[in-house]
């Protein structure tokens, strides 16, 4: 059973930078995926960014294209996403995602959170102008 634990979040002004983890606890290798979804409240949830196990693909949505990157640390089972240049827009819940899928799902574009079987606890980031 892949558990999820995220870390970080919290709150900065527009401009600003935060960094999320997500440890992975379980894992055994294989074509796996992981990402970052986010929801801000009376919006659907949006796919961030996904990396793919197998290869190290990423797919970045173009609301953040240039500002996140998503990255794996493969010795620590940790994925980070880096943000920077945050916008209030930005304000949200972020979720660590996981689930077994192909690259084309994981990277192919705009990830499906119905694809994501394991979830972190969530954490609130917050954007102030």
């Known amino acids: 059973q892949v558990q999820l634990v995220q870390s970080g979040g919290g709150s900065v002004q527009a401009g600003g930078s935060l960094r999320l983890s997500c440890a992975v606890f379980?894992?055994?290798?294989?074509?796996?995926?992981l990402g970052w979804f986010r929801q801000a409240p009376g919006k659907e949830h949006e796919g961030v960014a996904t990396?793919?196990?197998?290869?190290?693909?990423?797919y970045h949505a173009d609301s953040v294209k240039g500002r996140f990157t998503i990255s794996q640390d493969n010795a620590k089972n940790t994925v980070y996403l880096q943000m920077s240049s945050l916008k209030p827009e930005d304000s949200a819940m972020y979720y660590c995602a996981g689930g077994w899928t192909t690259s084309a799902f994981c990277t192919g574009g705009s990830p499906s959170a119905t694809r994501f079987t394991n979830w972190g606890q969530g954490t609130q980031v917050t954007v102030s102008s």
């Open positions: 990396i793919y196990d197998v290869d190290g693909s990423t």
């Open positions: 379980g894992y055994t290798g294989g074509t796996y995926c």
